[in-house]
Every structure is written in structure tokens, then in C-alpha cells.
């Protein structure tokens, strides 16, 4: 055991001081200076002398204005060890260490704001000289450009400062051309300095010799689509398009190369990077038709790539060939994904391809049959179409024959002029467009029934249907509207491409069905480029989230008398309460299926919209789950699938179907035995899913569940066939079950060391864990945990998706049983691996408002919104300070920080809540009324932050300028489903 050397602090001397400080210095010592006994009244003289005071503030900012700073040395190993007396050798000679050699060893400089420039700049150009591929290096070199332009004053010391950055960066990029952050970095430095236009063109020059990078084109079309003054929906998609095409060459290119080596069976990690990277660019390309009113488009592209990437006929075909093939199932009545009776495009070609052959069968049976010589005659089908032709001409004539009649009554009919028609209606069309409309609450109505229709006006219209409503009197008012509602092949050729890697095609379906709103378990990392745009390009928040916000305002509010703030209700999407759309996820996800056999978590998402579908249909309360039906019919098709069986089970769990879940579950325990090894692989997701639930449905003083999820893991650890529950596990039983898993546990270190990571995996240790919980004690069952968490790096342990949700397990164990104080350490070590997790986010607030002071919660939610700026965090910390009756000045200031910053400030959801809060929080209309004129020049694209304008801020918007926002729609090529004048005449 060692003590501290005690060394005396002499701050003029810097003896013993081995960190970095900053003090004011003047050789004259006049800031040194104290005023003494100064009377408290006499506010002139104490101001003048404190560091608030004007004279001080210049003298700080001057460049010429010196300081001193204690540069701490690297010290040597012997006198890290001098900081230390041993107690053994305290009374040796040797071992003493003069002050004066610590004083030696600490480095005085004295220096000003121009003295450290130009020191920081010779030190970087010799860094840059030694290392000219470290990009870190060069970044650094540009941030402190930034840092030397905020000292500057005048607006051109500030551009020669920003030139000398472009320079700089131009010189690595020159150095490092493959490099994307530096790439980034000089191209957001050509942002602040280039016009629209010719930023538009270095973008263009730089994505030709780059064309395969996602991150560049991601940010590109982010660039192209908050242009406001250039903005247009047409122009957006022709970047989309160009986007694409070229990540789609590029992956074929690799592809390619790829086929071409040693071992092409093998999945390359470049191949799929790229192909995730091109799904998400599709997603983003979705989401923006969507937002921009044109939701047919969205989900007819969305049918169009799964049916081209997953459906595919498999048949050697060039992509030329694939598209002229898919073009004509596009183009037929045949049902598409999605759709009631749809099969897929490869086994729609072969239904086609039976058909024909059928066809041709019977023509030359009937050809063999006539036998003999009968004469000459036309074939068949020349017959045929002679026989159509009189037909057809027979019905023009009777067409032609009704149209003199219907002329003939029409004759009698006064004739009645539009015009005239549209002055009854007050509408003035010499005043042009946008000012007929001279009532607010006619817009109103006009933007209830916009909203109104872009809710049911999803789902693309067939030709067909349109033909047959056209013919109908009731439906020929709506020719024109579902004529625009038909989707062409050519709408959606351009974006079509093929996916080769599984995981890319999984990610497209597991997108599409969150998409839509459909319940998902997680597959995506909170830390993943994925799950950032797909947060930051909402206009809604997903169901999930949303519950969470809603729980934090109710544990924030319960104490209160008159709760506060918001819950964020009005952020709440109408996806889970469309019966058609869960229809559609539902014949979307069972047709997939085939693809994806046997995947529990997309098996989940089925019976889960099968769920919500018949819940919407049918409101009256379920006695067995809505999905028992379906998940019959899907276990009589694959009676080996058992995790369908546990899947099902916990659906009726949650309905309180306790028993039959237990039979279910029972069920697949006992068939696990009898299947093939790859199968029995899955057991552990089966036997952790039985005790949770069991775990789920414990009361107070029942012990029952208890035992029967002790049992249950017992068996999974011992390794022993299961039985269902009979009595209590023996001692026996548990001693052998300890011992199984801490051999299966070794197992799994073994295969997480060579970084194979799956669900299988860390259910056992979930298990093993929960198991350690439950007959030895909360203090096993975490050493279990932070044992798995020892066995992988901190760098794999922030891209898992399966790390994330062992660590969500270990802070709700921690929550049943350790201390406040526990739990909050280990939430605030979760947020730094996993910045962004909702759980974890919302795991801050509910134990920091207990643990902690409302001071030092704020200070930390800050402290990670300025470090690592998101949605999420955003939306989290501004449910605090709403729902504990927070500052206004503070919300506002929160807000402005949060859309400040470059990427949040195309958030739709972050201006949506700052217009609510201004309107009836801080209910100033006026302040509103800014905010979404920012809104929209800031995300131009989504129609419904336009709505909010029509519907939140018609108090302080006149009829003049709602008639004027429309226009401006317009020539947005914004979707716009109603006329004003259909308003008109339900008014009239």
C-alpha cells in the first residue's frame, strides 16, 4: 500500500500542478487587483472590476491579450511512481523527490489568442505532413479553422478563414480521394461559401467519380430536397432516379466480381453494405412520395421492387429481359403483393405459362377432331376476331344511336354555363386563382377533407376498376380522380433493381412493414445509419415510441395536480387503425413468407396485423386471440415450424389466454425431441418465451408461475426432455440445471469470441440468467449478464441489435431488484455505448426524476443533445420539460438548439411539436405563425407540416394567405387530392 506525496500548491511558482489551466495575466497586475472592503450599494465600482464588465469582455476577446497556460509534460514512468511514497521504503533518502524537480518538469507559457493560432497551425502542418492519410488529422486541421473564424469579427476575416479551410481539405481530398468523411466535410465547406447552383454542380461533378458511395448520395438528395427556391417533386425524383441507377450498377459490378472468385458461395460484407445501403436510399425515396402526397406511388413501388428483387422467375435473364417480363405482369390483371389472391410474380408467370400451353392443347385437339378435307376457311381465332369486330360494330351503332338520343333530350334541357354557375357561387374567376376564396373557414373544410382523403387514397387503382366505375353513373364524377390514381409501368421502371444478398432482401421487407405501421421486433441497431434516417424522416411517431412518451408524461404528471405539457398524442399515426392497411401487411407478409420460411419475427408481424385488422373490423372485445385462426392455418402447412407455436403462444398470453398458451407451448417443448438438429437449435427462444410469460401472469401471492418458469429453464438448463409442470423442481434438478448452463454458457463465449452473435445465443444467456434470479438471487443473475458483456468489444457491442436487447434485459432485471443508485449508473453507461435507444432514453428520465435533482437531469439530457444531437433524445428531454411545467424560454431555447443543428432541422416531427407548443402551450399565435413559415421553407416536401398551417394556424392566417399557401403547393407539385371548388359547392 502506497500514500500521496503531499506537494504544495504555489499557483506562481506551478509546483506540483500536472493539469492544464487558464489565468488571466497582466505584467503590470492590474487584473490582479483587488478592491478590498467595497460598500455592496456602490454598483459602479464593484462592476468594474468583475469579469462581466464590458472592459474585461473586450480585453478577453483581444487577440493581443496573453495568458498563462500550464502545459502538463508527459511524465516518465519514474516520476509517475514518485507521485507514490511506498510505506515500505518511506524512510530511505532516495526516494525523496525535491519540489523542485516536479517545478522543472511543468512547462510555463505565456501566450496569446495569436500566438496559439499560429503554434496550433505549424503544429498541424507537420502532422499532416508526417501522416498525410490520417483523415482524423485533417478534420481536426478544418474544425480549428472553425474555431479561428469565431474569434473573427469582421465577415471577411471570416471568408479568408473559410478559403483557407476549403484549401485545406482540398489538399486532403487530393491526398485521400477515396476518402468519404473528408469528401463530406469539403463539400459542407463549399455550402457555407457557393451558390445553390454551383454547390449543385460540385455535388454532380463529385457523385460521377463516385458513384457507388451511399453516404454521398444520401446526403446529396438531402441537400436537393430542403432547396426550397428550387424545389419541385418532379426534380427530387429525377435525383432519386439518378441515385439508384447508380448504386444498382455499382452493386451489380461487384456482383459480378464477386461470381468471379475463388469461393463465390461465400456472402460478401461489401456486397451487402451496398445493397442495404441502396434498400435504404428506396425507403427514403418512398417516404418522400408518401409525405408528398403521392401515396399510390409509394406502395406501387414498394409492390413493384419486392415482386422484381424477391419474386423473381428463376431464369437466366439479362436485366433488359427481367424488366420486359415484369413489365408485362405490371400490366396484367394479376394480383399483386399485397393484394387478395396475389402469388407472386414467378408463380403468376408459370399459372400464365399453364394457361397458354392449355390453350394451345385444346385449339389442336379441335383442330385433330374436325379430320378431312372441309374446304378452305379461316383459322380460328380469325373467326373469332371477325365475330368481335361485327359485335363491336354493332355496339358503336347502338352507342351511336343512344348518344342522338341522349342529344336530342339534351336539346330540350336549358344549357347551363360554367361561368354563370360559378358566379352563383360567388367565385370570381377574372380575379385569377387564389382569390375567389374569401373565407378562412372555407379552407378549413378544404384541408379537413385533403387530410380526409390522403387517409383512405393509398392504394393503387387498377385499370379495370377504373373502366368498370367509369361506366357506372354513380362513379363517372370520379373518372378523372381515379385516372390519377392509376400507376403505369413507366412510373415506377426507373427505380426497380435486384437484390442478390439475403440480408438486403430481409431489410426491404422488415422496412416495408414498418413502413406501413406494422409491429415489429427490433432488427436494427439504435446505432444504425437505418434506424437514424428512418427516425429522422418521420412525420409521425411509430406506436412504440409513442407508448413510451405517453409513459413518461403519466409518471412525470401523477403527483401533479393540474398535469402539464403534452403527451405528444397529436404525433400519433392512423397506420394501426386502417383496417386495410393492416390487410395489406398482412397478404403482403404471408406471401413473403414463402421466401422467408419460418422467420418467427416476420411470422409475428403477420399475426400481430392480423390482429389489429380483425380488432378494426370488429370492435367488440375478444375472447381468444384474433389471430387463432391464421396461426392454425399457418402450423397445419409446417407442423415443424415450433417457433411459430411459441409465437402464437405469447399472442394469447397477451390476451389472458394464460392456459392455452400453456398447451401451445407445451406442445412445441414436447416436439422439439423428434425434429433435425438445425431446428432443435431454436429451443432456447422457446423455453425463455414460456418463462417470461409465466413470469408475466405471477401475482402477489401466487408462487404457482414461479415455480413453473423455474422448472421450465431447469429443463432447458440440464439439458433433459422436457414435461410439462407436474411439482417444484428437486434440489437435484437445480443442481443439475447450474452446471448445464455454465457448460452451454462456455459454448456460447467460445462462439461469440469468433463474432457469431445470434438470437439463439442470447436467449440461453437470458435464460441462464433469469434462471440465477430466480433460485440463487438477482446478484448471480447479473454476474451472468456482465459476464456476456466482458466477452465482447465495446465497438460490436454499438452495432448489434442483439447487445442492445441483452443490455434492455440487464437494466429491467436491475430495475426489479438493485437500488436507484445501480440502475442509474448502468443507464448512464448504456447511453454512451447506445446514444439513441428510446428504452434506455426512457429509462433517464423515469429514474433520473427519482434519483437525481431536476438540475442534474437537464444538465445531462443537455450535455447529450449537444454531443450527440437526435430526434429521439430531442423529443425525450422536451417531454420532460413539458410535463414538469418546464420554462418556456427554455422549451423555445431547446427547440432552436434542436433545428439548429444540420441534419434535425429537416425533422418533420421536431417543427410539427414546436408549432403545438407555441399554439397552445405558450399560446402565442404570432410566434407560430414564424415557426411554420421556417417549417415549411425548411422541409418543403411533406405535405401534412403544409396542413398544420390550414388547421392549427387559421386564427392568424388570412383567407389571402391560405389561398396563397395552396397556390404555392401547387407549384411545389405537391399531391393535391381536392378542388376548392368541390368545397364550393357543399357550401352552396
Given at each position: 500500500m502506497d500514500i500521496a506525496r503531499y506537494k504544495p500548491y504555489n499557483p506562481m511558482k506551478l509546483s506540483g500542478l500536472h493539469v492544464k489551466g487558464l489565468y488571466w495575466w497582466n505584467r503590470s497586475g492590474s487584473?490582479?487587483?483587488?478592491?478590498?472592503?467595497?460598500?455592496?450599494?456602490?454598483?459602479?465600482?464593484?462592476?468594474?472590476?468583475?469579469?462581466?464588465?464590458?472592459?474585461?469582455?473586450?480585453?478577453?476577446?483581444?487577440?493581443?491579450?496573453?495568458?498563462?497556460?500550464?502545459?502538463?509534460?508527459?511524465?516518465?514512468?519514474?516520476?509517475?511512481?514518485?507521485?507514490?511514497?511506498?510505506?515500505?521504503?518511506?524512510?530511505?533518502?532516495?526516494?525523496?523527490?525535491?519540489?523542485?524537480?516536479?517545478?522543472?518538469?511543468?512547462?510555463?507559457?505565456?501566450?496569446?489568442?495569436?500566438?496559439?493560432?499560429?503554434?496550433?497551425?505549424?503544429?498541424?502542418?507537420?502532422?499532416?505532413r508526417e501522416h498525410p492519410h490520417d483523415e482524423k488529422v485533417w478534420l481536426a486541421f478544418a474544425e480549428f479553422q472553425d474555431r479561428v473564424a469565431g474569434m473573427q469579427r469582421q465577415k471577411g476575416a471570416r471568408l479568408q478563414t473559410l478559403e483557407k479551410k476549403i484549401s485545406i481539405l482540398e489538399k486532403a481530398v487530393e491526398l485521400n480521394p477515396n476518402n468519404e468523411e473528408l469528401l463530406l466535410c469539403l463539400l459542407k465547406a463549399y455550402q457555407m461559401r457557393d451558390s445553390s447552383d454551383v454547390l449543385l454542380g460540385r455535388w454532380e461533378k463529385i457523385l460521377l467519380q463516385h458513384s457507388g458511395s451511399y453516404k454521398l448520395w444520401i446526403e446529396f438528395l438531402r441537400i436537393v430536397q430542403r432547396n426550397f427556391s428550387r424545389f419541385k417533386v418532379s426534380e427530387v425524383r429525377k435525383m432519386y432516379a439518378h441515385a439508384i441507377e447508380a448504386l444498382s450498377a455499382s452493386c451489380s459490378k461487384h456482383s459480378r466480381q464477386v461470381l468471379q472468385a475463388a469461393d463465390p458461395s461465400s456472402t460478401d460484407p461489401l456486397l451487402v453494405q451496398l445493397e442495404l445501403g441502396l434498400v435504404d436510399i428506396f425507403?427514403?425515396?418512398?417516404?418522400?412520395?408518401?409525405?408528398?402526397?403521392?401515396?399510390?406511388?409509394?406502395?406501387?413501388?414498394?409492390?413493384?421492387?419486392?415482386?422484381?428483387?424477391?419474386?423473381?422467375?428463376?431464369?437466366?435473364?439479362?436485366?433488359?429481359?427481367?424488366?420486359?417480363?415484369?413489365?408485362?405482369?405490371?400490366?396484367?390483371?394479376?394480383?399483386?403483393?399485397?393484394?387478395?389472391?396475389?402469388?407472386?410474380?414467378?408463380?403468376?408467370?408459370?399459372?400464365?405459362?399453364?394457361?397458354?400451353?392449355?390453350?394451345?392443347?385444346?385449339?389442336?385437339?379441335?383442330?385433330?377432331?374436325?379430320?378431312?378435307?372441309?374446304?378452305?376457311?379461316?383459322?380460328?381465332?380469325?373467326?373469332?376476331?371477325?365475330?368481335?369486330?361485327?359485335?363491336?360494330?354493332?355496339?358503336n351503332d347502338l352507342v351511336m344511336e343512344d348518344n342522338q338520343d341522349d342529344d336530342d333530350t339534351e336539346d330540350v334541357e336549358p344549357e347551363v354555363d360554367t361561368d354563370n354557375l360559378l358566379k352563383m357561387l360567388g367565385v370570381d374567376i377574372s380575379a385569377g386563382d387564389g382569390a375567389e376564396v374569401n373565407e378562412a373557414s372555407t379552407w378549413i373544410k378544404w384541408a379537413e377533407e385533403e387530410s380526409s382523403r390522403d387517409c383512405y387514397q393509398w392504394m393503387p387503382v387498377r385499370r379495370e376498376s377504373d373502366m368498370s366505375s367509369a361506366a357506372s353513373e354513380a362513379h363517372k364524377t370520379d373518372e378523372d380522380e381515379q385516372l390519377l390514381r392509376v400507376v403505369l409501368y413507366e412510373d415506377v421502371n426507373e427505380y426497380m433493381?435486384?437484390?442478390?444478398?439475403?440480408?438486403?432482401?430481409?431489410?426491404?421487407?422488415?422496412?416495408?412493414?414498418?413502413?406501413?405501421?406494422?409491429?415489429?421486433?427490433?432488427?436494427?441497431?439504435?446505432?444504425?445509419?437505418?434506424?437514424?434516417?428512418?427516425?429522422?424522416?418521420?412525420?409521425?411517431?411509430?406506436?412504440?415510441?409513442?407508448?413510451?412518451?405517453?409513459?413518461?408524461?403519466?409518471?412525470?404528471?401523477?403527483?401533479?395536480?393540474?398535469?402539464?405539457?403534452?403527451?405528444?398524442?397529436?404525433?400519433?399515426?392512423?397506420?394501426?387503425?386502417?383496417?386495410?392497411?393492416?390487410?395489406?401487411?398482412?397478404?403482403?407478409?404471408?406471401?413473403?413468407?414463402?421466401?422467408?420460411?419460418?422467420?418467427?419475427?416476420?411470422?409475428?408481424?403477420?399475426?400481430?396485423?392480423?390482429?389489429?385488422?380483425?380488432?378494426?373490423?370488429?370492435?367488440?372485445?375478444?375472447?381468444?386471440?384474433?389471430?387463432?385462426?391464421?396461426?392454425?392455418?399457418?402450423?397445419?402447412s409446417d407442423r415443424q415450424d415450433v417457433l411459430l407455436c411459441g409465437v402464437y403462444a405469447r399472442r394469447e398470453a397477451n390476451y389472458g389466454n394464460i392456459d392455452h398458451a400453456r398447451k401451445v407451448f407445451d406442445m412445441a417443448l414436447l416436439s422439439v425431441e423428434g425434429l433435425p438438429v438445425e431446428l432443435r437449435?431454436?429451443?432456447?427462444?422457446?423455453?425463455?418465451?414460456?418463462?417470461?410469460?409465466e413470469l408475466a401472469h405471477t401475482s402477489d401471492n401466487d408462487c404457482e408461475s414461479s415455480y413453473r418458469a423455474i422448472h421450465i429453464l431447469s429443463c432447458l438448463g440440464s439439458g433433459t426432455k422436457y414435461n410439462p409442470f407436474k411439482s417444484q423442481a428437486s434440489s437435484l434438478q437445480l443442481l443439475r440445471a447450474h452446471q448445464g448452463f455454465k457448460e452451454k454458457l462456455r459454448t456460447v463465449w467460445s462462439s461469440w469470441v469468433r463474432g457469431i452473435i445470434n438470437d439463439q445465443s442470447v436467449a440461453l444467456i437470458c435464460s441462464a440468467a433469469l434462471f440465477e434470479e430466480l433460485t440463487t438471487g438477482w446478484d448471480a443473475g447479473i454476474e451472468v449478464l456482465d459476464q456476456a458483456f466482458s466477452m465482447v468489444l465495446p465497438e460490436r457491442r454499438s452495432h448489434s441489435y442483439q447487445l442492445e436487447f441483452l443490455f434492455d434485459y440487464y437494466i429491467k432485471m436491475l430495475q426489479r431488484q438493485s437500488s436507484l443508485m445501480k440502475v442509474w449508473e448502468s443507464i448512464l453507461l448504456g447511453i454512451q455505448i447506445y446514444p439513441f435507444s428510446s428504452e434506455l432514453l426512457k429509462g433517464v428520465v423515469e429514474v433520473g426524476h427519482l434519483y437525481t435533482t431536476s438540475n442534474k437531469l437537464r444538465r445531462f439530457l443537455d450535455d447529450c443533445c449537444y454531443k450527440k444531437p437526435s430526434v429521439v433524445l430531442c423529443l425525450f428531454a422536451l417531454s420532460y420539460e413539458m410535463s414538469r411545467g418546464g420554462s418556456h424560454h427554455r422549451i423555445r431555447g431547446m427547440f432552436e438548439k434542436a433545428l439548429g443543428n444540420d441534419r434535425l432541422c429537416s425533422s418533420v416531427i421536431l417543427w410539427r411539436c414546436y408549432i403545438v407548443f407555441e399554439m397552445e402551450m405558450a399560446h402565442d399565435p404570432s410566434a407560430a405563425r414564424r415557426v411554420f413559415f421556417r417549417a415549411i421553407h425548411a422541409c418543403p416536401w411533406s405535405k401534412r407540416l403544409w396542413l398544420d398551417g390550414f388547421l392549427k394556424l387559421n386564427s392568424v392566417l388570412t383567407a389571402k394567405e391560405l389561398s396563397d399557401l395552396q397556390e404555392v403547393m401547387r407549384d411545389k407539385e405537391l399531391n393535391l387530392r381536392t378542388d376548392i371548388y368541390e368545397i364550393l359547392l357543399q357550401e352552396s
Amino acid at each position: 500500500m502506497d500514500i500521496a506525496r503531499y506537494k504544495p500548491y504555489n499557483p506562481m511558482k506551478l509546483s506540483g500542478l500536472h493539469v492544464k489551466g487558464l489565468y488571466w495575466w497582466n505584467r503590470s497586475g492590474s487584473l490582479w487587483e483587488r478592491d478590498g472592503d467595497v460598500d455592496a450599494l456602490d454598483g459602479k465600482m464593484k462592476s468594474a472590476s468583475r469579469y462581466w464588465s464590458g472592459k474585461y469582455m473586450a480585453l478577453e476577446r483581444h487577440k493581443s491579450f496573453k495568458r498563462i497556460r500550464l502545459i502538463a509534460p508527459k511524465l516518465s514512468n519514474v516520476t509517475m511512481q514518485d507521485e507514490f511514497i511506498p510505506l515500505s521504503d518511506a524512510g530511505t533518502s532516495h526516494e525523496a523527490v525535491d519540489s523542485d524537480s516536479v517545478t522543472k518538469t511543468s512547462a510555463l507559457l505565456e501566450e496569446s489568442w495569436e500566438d496559439e493560432m499560429l503554434n496550433k497551425t505549424r503544429e498541424f502542418n507537420k502532422l499532416t505532413r508526417e501522416h498525410p492519410h490520417d483523415e482524423k488529422v485533417w478534420l481536426a486541421f478544418a474544425e480549428f479553422q472553425d474555431r479561428v473564424a469565431g474569434m473573427q469579427r469582421q465577415k471577411g476575416a471570416r471568408l479568408q478563414t473559410l478559403e483557407k479551410k476549403i484549401s485545406i481539405l482540398e489538399k486532403a481530398v487530393e491526398l485521400n480521394p477515396n476518402n468519404e468523411e473528408l469528401l463530406l466535410c469539403l463539400l459542407k465547406a463549399y455550402q457555407m461559401r457557393d451558390s445553390s447552383d454551383v454547390l449543385l454542380g460540385r455535388w454532380e461533378k463529385i457523385l460521377l467519380q463516385h458513384s457507388g458511395s451511399y453516404k454521398l448520395w444520401i446526403e446529396f438528395l438531402r441537400i436537393v430536397q430542403r432547396n426550397f427556391s428550387r424545389f419541385k417533386v418532379s426534380e427530387v425524383r429525377k435525383m432519386y432516379a439518378h441515385a439508384i441507377e447508380a448504386l444498382s450498377a455499382s452493386c451489380s459490378k461487384h456482383s459480378r466480381q464477386v461470381l468471379q472468385a475463388a469461393d463465390p458461395s461465400s456472402t460478401d460484407p461489401l456486397l451487402v453494405q451496398l445493397e442495404l445501403g441502396l434498400v435504404d436510399i428506396f425507403l427514403s425515396l418512398c417516404r418522400f412520395e408518401w409525405q408528398a402526397g403521392y401515396r399510390e406511388l409509394a406502395t406501387a413501388l414498394f409492390q413493384a421492387e419486392i415482386e422484381f428483387s424477391l419474386f423473381c422467375p428463376p431464369l437466366l435473364l439479362t436485366e433488359q429481359s427481367k424488366h420486359r417480363l415484369f413489365e408485362h405482369f405490371w400490366n396484367s390483371d394479376g394480383a399483386r403483393i399485397g393484394e387478395e389472391g396475389a402469388l407472386g410474380w414467378s408463380t403468376w408467370l408459370e399459372k400464365e405459362e399453364e394457361t397458354r400451353q392449355q390453350v394451345m392443347k385444346e385449339e389442336l385437339s379441335q383442330e385433330n377432331e374436325g379430320g378431312g378435307w372441309t374446304g378452305w376457311s379461316e383459322p380460328l381465332s380469325k373467326d373469332k376476331e371477325s365475330v368481335a369486330n361485327v359485335e363491336s360494330e354493332i355496339n358503336n351503332d347502338l352507342v351511336m344511336e343512344d348518344n342522338q338520343d341522349d342529344d336530342d333530350t339534351e336539346d330540350v334541357e336549358p344549357e347551363v354555363d360554367t361561368d354563370n354557375l360559378l358566379k352563383m357561387l360567388g367565385v370570381d374567376i377574372s380575379a385569377g386563382d387564389g382569390a375567389e376564396v374569401n373565407e378562412a373557414s372555407t379552407w378549413i373544410k378544404w384541408a379537413e377533407e385533403e387530410s380526409s382523403r390522403d387517409c383512405y387514397q393509398w392504394m393503387p387503382v387498377r385499370r379495370e376498376s377504373d373502366m368498370s366505375s367509369a361506366a357506372s353513373e354513380a362513379h363517372k364524377t370520379d373518372e378523372d380522380e381515379q385516372l390519377l390514381r392509376v400507376v403505369l409501368y413507366e412510373d415506377v421502371n426507373e427505380y426497380m433493381f435486384s437484390l442478390s444478398t439475403m440480408e438486403a432482401r430481409l431489410s426491404l421487407v422488415s422496412q416495408f412493414i414498418d413502413f406501413y405501421g406494422g409491429k415489429l421486433s427490433q432488427t436494427f441497431c439504435s446505432n444504425s445509419p437505418t434506424w437514424a434516417e428512418n427516425i429522422l424522416s418521420l412525420e409521425d411517431l411509430p406506436d412504440s415510441m409513442l407508448d413510451k412518451l405517453k409513459w413518461i408524461h403519466g409518471v412525470l404528471t401523477k403527483t401533479q395536480n393540474s398535469p402539464t405539457g403534452s403527451s405528444f398524442e397529436f404525433l400519433s399515426g392512423s397506420f394501426s387503425r386502417n383496417a386495410d392497411i393492416m390487410k395489406f401487411i398482412r397478404n403482403a407478409v404471408l406471401l413473403c413468407l414463402t421466401v422467408f420460411p419460418r422467420n418467427y419475427i416476420l411470422e409475428e408481424a403477420v399475426l400481430i396485423s392480423e390482429e389489429l385488422y380483425v380488432t378494426n373490423m370488429n370492435s367488440s372485445n375478444c375472447v381468444v386471440a384474433p389471430c387463432q385462426a391464421l396461426a392454425k392455418s399457418l402450423l397445419k402447412s409446417d407442423r415443424q415450424d415450433v417457433l411459430l407455436c411459441g409465437v402464437y403462444a405469447r399472442r394469447e398470453a397477451n390476451y389472458g389466454n394464460i392456459d392455452h398458451a400453456r398447451k401451445v407451448f407445451d406442445m412445441a417443448l414436447l416436439s422439439v425431441e423428434g425434429l433435425p438438429v438445425e431446428l432443435r437449435s431454436s429451443a432456447p427462444l422457446l423455453y425463455f418465451w414460456y418463462a417470461e410469460v409465466e413470469l408475466a401472469h405471477t401475482s402477489d401471492n401466487d408462487c404457482e408461475s414461479s415455480y413453473r418458469a423455474i422448472h421450465i429453464l431447469s429443463c432447458l438448463g440440464s439439458g433433459t426432455k422436457y414435461n410439462p409442470f407436474k411439482s417444484q423442481a428437486s434440489s437435484l434438478q437445480l443442481l443439475r440445471a447450474h452446471q448445464g448452463f455454465k457448460e452451454k454458457l462456455r459454448t456460447v463465449w467460445s462462439s461469440w469470441v469468433r463474432g457469431i452473435i445470434n438470437d439463439q445465443s442470447v436467449a440461453l444467456i437470458c435464460s441462464a440468467a433469469l434462471f440465477e434470479e430466480l433460485t440463487t438471487g438477482w446478484d448471480a443473475g447479473i454476474e451472468v449478464l456482465d459476464q456476456a458483456f466482458s466477452m465482447v468489444l465495446p465497438e460490436r457491442r454499438s452495432h448489434s441489435y442483439q447487445l442492445e436487447f441483452l443490455f434492455d434485459y440487464y437494466i429491467k432485471m436491475l430495475q426489479r431488484q438493485s437500488s436507484l443508485m445501480k440502475v442509474w449508473e448502468s443507464i448512464l453507461l448504456g447511453i454512451q455505448i447506445y446514444p439513441f435507444s428510446s428504452e434506455l432514453l426512457k429509462g433517464v428520465v423515469e429514474v433520473g426524476h427519482l434519483y437525481t435533482t431536476s438540475n442534474k437531469l437537464r444538465r445531462f439530457l443537455d450535455d447529450c443533445c449537444y454531443k450527440k444531437p437526435s430526434v429521439v433524445l430531442c423529443l425525450f428531454a422536451l417531454s420532460y420539460e413539458m410535463s414538469r411545467g418546464g420554462s418556456h424560454h427554455r422549451i423555445r431555447g431547446m427547440f432552436e438548439k434542436a433545428l439548429g443543428n444540420d441534419r434535425l432541422c429537416s425533422s418533420v416531427i421536431l417543427w410539427r411539436c414546436y408549432i403545438v407548443f407555441e399554439m397552445e402551450m405558450a399560446h402565442d399565435p404570432s410566434a407560430a405563425r414564424r415557426v411554420f413559415f421556417r417549417a415549411i421553407h425548411a422541409c418543403p416536401w411533406s405535405k401534412r407540416l403544409w396542413l398544420d398551417g390550414f388547421l392549427k394556424l387559421n386564427s392568424v392566417l388570412t383567407a389571402k394567405e391560405l389561398s396563397d399557401l395552396q397556390e404555392v403547393m401547387r407549384d411545389k407539385e405537391l399531391n393535391l387530392r381536392t378542388d376548392i371548388y368541390e368545397i364550393l359547392l357543399q357550401e352552396s
